[in-house]
C-alpha cells in the first residue's frame, strides 16, 4: 500500500530563517506530487505541483520555491521566511495519466514563523 | 475565485443523527468529485468520490449524491459518531491535459453532541 509522509510535524522558524520541508511517499512509482498551504480555517492552497523529477509547476507567485530530486521526494523550501509564511502545509500525491486523479494527503508539517 | 462553495460553514448535530453537508459547484465541465474529511492538526483523508457521470454513490455510512442539473454536491452521514467531528471538504476536478488540478471548498465544520 501507498503511505506519504512529512517532516517536520512542527516547525517554529525566526522571520530571515530558511526553510526546508520534505515529502516521501512509498509504495508507488512516478506520482503527481503537490504542495498545499492551508491557513487556519482556510481551505487548501496550491503552491507547487510535479509531474516528475525536476519538472516544477508554480501555482501562485511566492516567497517559496519546490524541487524534485528524486521520484518520490518533494521538498518546499524558502531562503528567507516571512511571517506570512506560517500555515498548515501538506504534501499530496496522486497517480499520473490516470482519467480522474484523487489526491492522497500528508500529515502535513505546521509551520510557525516568529 | 473558487468555483466550488459550502451553503454552511458549521453544522452541529446530536450523536446518531444522520449529518447532510453540503457543497456547490460552479463548472459545469467538472468531471469528478470528491469529499474529504480533516480532523484537526491532521491532513485530509478521502472519504469518498464521485463521477459526473453517477447521480449517486454509497459508501460505509456515507453517501454521496450528485446533482448536476443544480450543481450540486452532498454528503450524507448516517448515524453520526463523536469521531466524525471534523472539517468536510468538497473537490472537484476538471479533466484536461495531463494534469488534474483539485479545486477545493472551505470546507463545513461538524461537530457531533453526545
Known amino acids: 500500500s501507498q503511505t506519504i509522509h512529512q517532516w517536520p510535524a512542527t516547525l517554529v522558524q525566526p522571520v530571515g530563517s530558511p526553510l526546508s520541508l520534505e515529502c516521501t511517499v512509498e509504495g508507488t512509482s512516478n506520482p503527481n506530487l503537490y504542495w498545499y498551504r492551508q491557513a487556519a480555517g482556510r481551505g487548501l492552497q496550491l503552491l507547487f505541483y510535479?509531474?516528475?523529477?525536476?519538472?516544477i509547476s508554480s501555482e501562485v507567485p511566492q516567497n517559496l520555491s519546490a524541487s524534485r530530486p528524486q521520484d518520490r521526494q518533494f521538498i518546499l523550501s524558502s531562503k528567507k521566511l516571512l511571517l506570512s509564511d506560517s500555515g498548515f502545509y501538506l504534501c499530496?500525491?496522486?497517480?499520473?495519466?490516470?482519467?480522474?486523479?484523487?489526491?492522497?494527503f500528508g500529515p502535513g508539517t505546521r509551520l510557525l514563523v516568529l | 475565485g473558487e468555483s466550488v462553495g459550502l451553503h454552511l460553514p458549521t453544522l452541529s448535530v446530536q450523536e446518531g443523527d444522520n449529518s447532510i453537508i453540503n457543497c456547490a459547484y460552479s463548472n459545469s465541465a467538472s468531471d469528478y468529485f470528491i469529499w474529504y474529511k480533516q480532523e484537526s492538526g491532521k491532513g485530509p483523508q478521502f472519504i469518498i468520490d464521485i463521477r459526473s457521470n453517477m447521480d449517486k454513490r454509497q459508501g460505509q455510512r456515507v453517501t454521496v449524491l450528485l446533482n448536476k442539473t443544480v450543481k450540486h454536491l452532498s454528503l450524507q452521514i448516517a448515524a453520526t459518531q463523536p469521531g466524525d467531528s471534523a472539517v468536510y471538504f468538497c473537490a472537484e476536478i476538471v479533466s484536461g491535459g495531463s494534469n488534474y488540478k483539485l479545486t477545493f471548498g472551505k470546507g463545513t465544520l461538524l461537530t457531533v453532541n453526545p
Open positions: 499530496a500525491w496522486s497517480v499520473s495519466g490516470g482519467a480522474l486523479e484523487t489526491q492522497y
Open positions: 510535479s509531474v516528475g523529477i525536476g519538472q
